[in-house]
């Protein structure tokens, strides 16, 4: 547990599942105050510390006035968690919507989020953004270009914001998961094949959970990260490093 992390301000896109739906739930654990953000949830509720909130990641009007709302409500946002992302089948998607649609939502929609929570940011004693990446900005997966190159931007993005918004002490950095045992990974995790080859090049012969991505999340939102910045901090079971 975190006792700094009590009463902060949290945002995290894509919180309706996976990822998301852990890293809520550890900063709800900790006494944070949460909006999680999604176009899957039904309507949008608040219960307790969690504000639900449905939108359009991608409608940057919407998502820039709901930004405002939420930092004037609470007179600063202390932690941003840029979580949301897809992978698409390119079988399924022309050439142009394949690579559109998966920059829009795993690049563009955090480029303008941290330069809309930037100003309520500056406001905490501690801010912190975090951007959830991939090893896939790290290794070439195959026939997803456009995911991969995402992610590696994603990366890019975090030294470089890390870099502008040092002189506010707002630290960033990028968490890069492995196999992670989510809907983004059900296809390869319910084959016997395609799950034996994936788990085969770990170290630790598994999938990783959710919870291993929150709780990598909330560490580098306390104060006992408070000397990393800019980083890409890799959590793949040892995949990346694995020899022969």
């Not at 995402?150 to 890019?156: F, H, I, R, T, Y």
């Not at 045992?181 to 990783?208: A, E, P, W």
Request: contains cysteine.
């Amino acid at each position: 547990m975190y006792p700094d992390l009590k009463n902060k301000v949290v945002i995290v896109t894509g919180g309706f599942r996976g990822n998301g739906k852990a890293i809520v739930k550890n900063f709800l654990q900790n006494g944070s105050k949460v909006y999680s953000l999604d176009n899957k949830f039904i309507k949008s509720e608040k219960k307790n510390n969690l504000s639900k909130i449905k939108i359009d990641l991608t409608n940057f009007d919407d998502l820039d006035q709901l930004i405002k709302k939420i930092g004037n409500k609470n007179k600063k946002i202390d932690i941003l968690i840029n979580n949301a992302g897809i992978t698409l089948d390119y079988k399924k998607y022309d050439l142009s919507s394949h690579w559109h649609k998966t920059l829009n939502i795993n690049l563009h929609v955090p480029y303008f989020l941290i330069n809309y929570c930037k100003k309520f940011l500056i406001k905490s004693k501690n801010p912190s953004i975090i951007n959830i990446s991939s090893i896939s900005s790290k290794i070439a997966m195959s026939n997803n270009v456009s995911y991969n190159v995402s992610k590696s931007g994603l990366n890019a993005l975090t030294m470089s914001i890390a870099h502008d918004f040092a002189k506010h002490k707002i630290r960033v950095n990028s968490i890069c998961p492995g196999y992670i045992k989510t809907d983004m990974t059900k296809k390869s995790y319910s084959s016997k094949r395609l799950k034996k080859i994936r788990v085969q090049r770990t170290m630790t012969k598994n999938y990783g959970k959710p919870e291993d991505i929150a709780n990598l999340a909330v560490f580098l939102s306390s104060t006992n990260s408070r000397y990393i910045n800019a980083e890409e901090l890799i959590i793949d079971g040892g995949l990346i490093k694995k020899g022969i």
